[in-house]
Nanobody, 121 residues
Framework: QVQLVESGGGLVQAGGSLRLSCAAR????????MGWYRQAPGKQRELVAT???????DYGDSVKGRFTISRGNAENSVYLQMNSLKPDDTAVYYC???????????????WGQGTQVTVSS
């Protein structure tokens, strides 16, 4: 079983910064893409940023130039540096990873429980 444990959310004023962390724990053979998604009240979950095991990144249009995603040295962790935060960034942020638990198994989707980010104006 795989768990994604998130930390780093909180309350910040507009223009401020936060750093989210996510660590994958459990029986892990390999991790492909890791990333962050967010969901605001009354809205669908949307892409924030993803990063592949090879370091290729992708960002949602609304966060380009403000957010930076990175992988940890242990490769089982991912970080999201969020700068120039806006009230529209307020949402629950979810960590996501494509994980396989055996050398021959498929990559399957795992989600964290989410961490709240609130940006006040």
């Amino acid at each position: 079983q795989v768990q994604l444990v998130e930390s780093g959310g909180g309350l910040v004023q507009a223009g401020g910064s936060l750093r989210l962390s996510c660590a994958a724990r459990g029986s892990i053979f390999g991790i492909n893409t890791m990333g962050w998604y967010r969901q605001a009240p009354g809205k669908q979950r949307e892409l924030v940023a993803t990063i592949t095991s090879g370091g290729f990144t992708d960002y949602g249009d609304s966060v380009k130039g403000r957010f930076t995603i990175s992988r940890g040295n242990a490769e089982n962790s991912v970080y999201l540096q969020m700068n120039s935060l806006k009230p529209d960034d307020t949402a629950v942020y979810y960590c996501h990873a494509l994980v396989r638990t055996t050398a021959w198994g498929p990559y399957t989707s795992s989600w964290g429980q989410g961490t709240q980010v609130t940006v006040s104006s």
